[in-house]
């Protein structure tokens, strides 16, 4: 008899189901149904009933998704995942881990911020020291770095999927410019708020009259009451109006500014400042100077020459005239100083004839005397007089229309033909022929028309985009929040920022809020009640998600377990670890999505407070090592310790 070979861990796994696999009761009893409907003839209505749970079991499944899309929908951007305060200290000490790390070179401060983010990547160690080089102490740089080099994309281009740790380090990128951003954002939006008209004093209606007996004849008057204070109406601050400030942009333009990367050469030359830089002392001790150190005179005098020539000759006389040539055949030093030797002086002729006036004997030397300059003849232009009446020749038609197509300035309508070939209107006299006017185009002499032609031409001939900006005729009141809020970090793309290059950094909820509330100002309690319902709508939507992910089991046959013995205890062991494993790695990362889901219903409050942050992520663990599970394999479980995990 052959013995019984078991099979390996790897072909155990390929058999292994999440409960029976024996076919559903209802498909179980529908067939048998129509299969005996000859003998029982109530079968059929049984039968419809069955088919009509079928249907309405696939229509709560389809509603179920649409639900689960549109919260999704709604938490932000496919990789956005808010982050608990513990994460925001990790991020706010990172710069000084990476400083200390660059220090030591090892990398032990900046794995431990990592693992506390909740990133449970293996990175090797030249990796992540590069990204920290790379870096120059900049935490937005070095999380960029280090997503690009693993992912082996940048964070500026859009996957159709994101895992946890992916999702982690996008939002750390936003929350590491996030105040700056808004500052940004705030300088962007700044307007001169308008002085208000200061209202005349009005005359008090209980004043007292200024003559005798004035007690006597004041009047009392007691005004109405009223609910609401005239301070309480000065304190409601309304928005600021944006002007023209807004700039609209087709999407395919915001996604060039997007991968753009001349912002991370920006930020980099701005760490570069921020940087103390250290004082590098350049001076050899093992190589002092000569002078101080040698006593032979002749050296001493050798490096006094060198000295001397390294020192630039300076002309003691400069040229009274800037139109004298001369050349320099040499250097003299006198006094330790040197000085030009100049040869063949001589004038450039200039705009004037000099006025010779004779040779000067001066010692050995003679010097040309000029008193002065003649001015070379200028050509006259010819002009008329005041009293020219050239213009009464032009014909009086010409004469009105150029009147009439003058502007307040006293400047002529062109339309844009400056330097080109103007057409004529008449002709002078000449021996072809006497003077004569072309009446044909005097009568069409208003050049709209033609200018409107050839406009049309030249923009149907090019290629290029029109040289003007269109007027605006949107009011960025009646604009939606996301396409406000793309066009104001369209405009930020130049700045060292990271938020605006990363994609569908308009779909962000608090910084829609901060943009609402710029242009919108407060919002009324009506539509506050509203969202408060939509956000119950989402808790009850939530409430019917099953979040808990089922264990594994691997289906035995007979023949397996008759023939497992003690010595098969090393696989089992193997297969127990593998599929603990999984079911603790699905389970964690079902609760991180609870987690994500659950923060779009407080979406509406745009930046909550530290307690609300702390009490929410105690609950909704938004990390891995947060969250608490028990084995599902373990005998020891009890009724009283169920498999539950968090509680809703």
Known sequence: MEKYKMPTVQQFLTKKTIGDKKEPVWIYLE??????VHKKPYNEKVGTWLKFLKELKHYQNREGKKKLTRLKSEVGPTWYCEL???QKQVLNDLKANIHQDLIEDIPIRTRKSLSDLGVTLKIPKTLLMKAMKDSIEDPGIFIWNLYTSFYKKPPSYLRPEYDMNAMILMSSLVFIDLNECIEELEKLTQTKKEMEPVEPEKKKKNFKPNVKYGDYLQKNYVPPYNKYSTEAKKLVNKPLPLGNKVRLRSETSYEKLCEDKQFLEKRKERNKKEKPEERICTYKFWEPPCTLRNSDPKLVAYLNKLKMLKKKAKPKYRSPYNNVQYQVSGVVFSKGKPHYILNNVSLLPTGFIPINGGIVKYGNENFTNIHGYWKFPKDVKEQCSDMCDCLAKWDDRVMEY????????????????????????????????????????IYQMDPMEDFIKDEFKEALMSTDHS????????????LNEKELLSAFLAELSDTPLLIPHLPQANLLNNLQEWTRKRVKGKMPPSSHRQLLLQS????????????????YRIPFTTTELNNMNWSHRRLVQKLFDVMLN???????LKQLEQTRLWWSTTKHDAYPSKAFLDIFFTYMPGRMKDTFLINPYSSEVTKKHGAKTCPL
């Open 536 to 551: 119950q709508r989402r808790w009850l939507d939530l409430k019917h998600i099953d979040f808990r992910a089922r264990a």
């Open 467 to 478: 040289p003007q900006a269109s007027v605006r005729t949107i009011l960025p009141s009646g």
């Open 402 to 441: 150029i009147k009439q197509s003058k502007c307040k300035c006293g400047h002529y309508y062109d339309y844009y033909l400056d330097g080109k070939l103007l057409e004529k209107y008449f002709y002078q006299s000449s021996k072809h022929g006497p003077f004569w006017l072309d009446y044909a185009k």
């Open 84 to 86: 608990s305060n513990v």
């Open 31 to 36: 067939r048998e149904m129509k299969e005996n």
């Open 582 to 588: 999984d079911f603790v790695t699905r389970n964690r």
